[in-house]
């Protein structure tokens, strides 16, 4: 009888939480969608520039000390058929999740395509081991909450860098705090297929940083000034991404004035 | 694939070629304005390039000698570098200027010739063409094993007198503004100083 009560309370926080944080993040968020005015060198909404610069060096230090050995290691004893396996069923778990926020931004279409490829990959996927929908030609419709956010016209704040997260948006941060709760596949699940699941999304990360290896090298330790280059390099694919569905005329109300992003086509003939 | 494009752009240029001979005896030579099918022509030729030193099986160094080779027949290399070096470019001497555009070219052929061999395995498939503002905008998409494909973006204008790239996108990743940011960060480094920045450009390709 206890264990049911708690588990009422515990569905009880969750709905609340997944239904009254996203109002308080809106409200929150729209008051830090107009900045001070502070404009980094390349037109960045950056006013934590120094707060930022530790955690990079912090998370740069994380990396070089723990996550590249880690998938250095992975990248050379697993075998590939293996990491695709891995990628897969970490992807399957966060369908559900992708599934709530397409409903969130009122994209059915999106909602049924990862619902189809969701019940494909937990069925004859091997409870998504084999990613069945990819080889049907059912393609992800790939989202989080931060683009939930987007599409509710929230504008993206400022730049952050979160520790251990990496680069991010304050728009994107509050996202990936909401997304804890967006996933509706803890509740339906044991405690022991949880542990599965969260040591799968933790190799998945590790699996990750393997593919991107070379890329993300590049940007950490063969740039003069790396906090500026994965600053810019996170911007502009994360605008490209939110821009992919059709958005692009969305008007993004930090986006005005001199910043370079303004006008991506700069034309450098013109003096 | 890769000859039928080739031989395709050849005779298309030869083509335009005998055209512009015949138009010669009358007219004088035309400025030609650019179109959307040259904007094409040109990206399908550099593509179709590009999937060539990928799928030759080259040792590392030799496909980044082939990418600087591409890099100087189909990009207006120039335009890229000066803009690379931004406002710092108006106080550098013609001699510098000259150095850096050299070095810079080596720089980024290595630097996206890296990006490109990640292409292995794959190849990228031109789309649609498009004019925008005074210049033409060529979409082309990477498809790569065991990934969902991607956009590369081409940037292609005449005003440096030929049909060049002057700027190109991977995934919404824009080549000018990362290397002006680059740029900047090694100036920066070296205290403004330009020819410490160009030494360490030519050190690190």
Redesign the interface.
Known sequence: MPQASSDTVDRLWRRLVTRVVPLCAVLVLSACATPEGYVA??GINDPYEQRNRNVHAFNKAVDRAVLRPLSRGYDQTVPDEMK?MVNNFAGNLSTPRMVVNNLLQGDFGGAVTNTTRFLLNSTMGFAGLVDVGEIAGV?AVDTDFGETLHVWGVGEGAYLEMPFRGPATQRDAVGRFVDFFTNPLPEALSGTQNDIRIGAQAVDVVGDRARFG??ID?VLY????SY??SR??YL??R???L?GGGDADYEDPYATGTD?YDD??????ED | MKTDVTRRFTISSLAAGAGLAAFGATLPAPAMAMTRERAKTLVDALVADINGVIASGKSEQAMYTDFERIFARYADVP??A??ALGVDGRRASQAQMREFTTVFQRYISV?YG??FR?FIGGQIEVQEARA????Y?VKSLAILR?Q?PFEVTF?V?D?SGRDLF??L?I????M???ER??I???L??RGGNIDAMIA?LRA?A
């Open positions: 060198r390349d695709v393609r070379q890329t590049s063969d740039s003069a000034d500026a280059q810019l390099i502009q694919s605008r490209f991404a821009g370079p991506p086509y700069e034309d450098p003939y | 335009t890229i000066s803009y630097k890296r990006r990640e925008v503002k005074n210049f905008e065991g969902a940037l204008s005003r002057f700027n996108f995934e919404g990743i824009n000018l503004l990362t940011t680059e900047g960060a090694m920066d480094r360490d690190s």
